[in-house]
C-alpha cells in the first residue's frame, strides 16, 4: 500500500526551529499536491501549509504565515515542512498528504486527499 513517511517530529522549546520530511516511495510527488495537516485530540484536523505539483503555488494557514515555509526536492521526491518561531499552540500530530488534480489551497481547505501519512508528533514546551 502506497503512502508518505512523515520524519522528523520531536519536543521542541518555544522559539525553537525544526523541519519536517515527507517522503513518499512509489509516489512520484512532483505529480501531486502534497500537503501538511496537523491535529490535535478533539480538534479537527487543519490544513498547514501545501504546495502545488509544479511547486508554483503555497498555501499556508493563517496561524503559521510568516512563520513555516513549504518546499520540495524532486531529486529526493521529499516534501519538508520548515518551521520557526515556534510556540506551544504548534504542538500536534502533523499529517503529510497527497492528492492528485488540485490546487495547493484546495488541498489545505478540504482535506481531501488520496494519500495520508501515519503522522509525527511534534511537541512545543513553553
Known amino acids: 500500500q502506497l503512502h508518505p513517511v512523515e520524519s522528523g517530529g520531536r519536543l521542541v522549546r518555544s522559539g525553537g526551529s525544526l523541519t519536517l520530511s515527507c517522503a513518499a516511495s512509489?509516489?512520484?510527488?512532483?505529480?501531486?499536491?502534497t500537503g501538511w495537516f496537523r491535529q490535535v485530540p478533539g480538534k479537527e484536523r487543519e490544513g498547514v501549509s501545501c504546495?502545488?505539483?509544479?511547486?508554483?503555488?503555497?498555501y499556508y494557514a493563517d496561524s503559521v504565515k510568516g512563520r513555516f515555509t513549504i518546499s520540495r526536492d524532486d531529486a529526493k521526491n521529499t516534501v519538508y515542512l520548515q518551521m520557526t518561531s515556534l510556540k506551544p499552540d504548534d504542538t500536534a500530530v502533523y499529517y503529510c498528504?497527497?492528492?492528485?488534480?488540485?490546487?495547493?489551497?484546495?488541498?489545505?481547505?478540504?482535506?481531501?486527499?488520496?494519500?495520508w501519512g501515519q503522522g509525527t508528533q511534534v511537541t512545543v514546551s513553553s
Open positions: 498528504a497527497v492528492q492528485p488534480i488540485t490546487t495547493a489551497q484546495g488541498l489545505c481547505t478540504t482535506a481531501v486527499a488520496r494519500y
Open positions: 512509489g509516489i512520484t510527488l512532483n505529480l501531486y499536491t
Open positions: 504546495i502545488s505539483s509544479r511547486a508554483d503555488s503555497t
